[in-house]
Nanobody, 123 residues
Framework: QVQLVESGGGSVQAGGSLTLSCAVS????????MAWFRQVEGKEREGVAA???????TYADSVKGRFTISKDNTQNSLYLRMNNLKPEDTAVYYC?????????????????WGRGTQVTVSS
């Protein structure tokens, strides 16, 4: 099991940018995938972007072309660069990790979760 700690959330106006970070501690092995999810109170948690163990990436349609996920293995960190933010991007964003993930934007595939960081986009 690993520990995940998110940072970088905040408030921004529509059209602005933010970069979220996730610090990873603990031992990881082959087949380790990571992802960003988000959740609005009262709604289900949804997958935003994922990076598989082979480096391939998956994005939700709602963020394609605006968000970029990246992983720095030397720093044990995961990032989410968010550009052209919209009010509908407002949510708590969570970092997640899991092994041998098949469906990269499904919550049930991930075993380790951070506590989340709030992103608020005003119009």
């Amino acid at each position: 099991q690993v520990q995940l700690v998110e940072s970088g959330g905040g408030s921004v106006q529509a059209g602005g940018s933010l970069t979220l970070s996730c610090a990873v501690s603990g031992h990881t092995n082959r087949g380790y995938s990571m992802a960003w999810f988000r959740q609005v109170e009262g709604k289900e948690r949804e997958g935003v972007a994922a990076v598989a163990s082979d480096g391939s990436t998956t994005y939700a349609d709602s963020v394609k072309g605006r968000f970029t996920i990246s992983k720095d293995n030397t720093q044990n960190s995961l990032y989410l660069r968010m550009n052209n933010l919209k009010p509908e991007d407002t949510a708590v964003y969570y970092c997640a990790a899991g092994y041998w993930v098949a469906s990269h934007l499904d919550t049930y595939e991930y075993t380790d979760w951070g506590r989340g960081t709030q992103v608020t986009v005003s119009s």
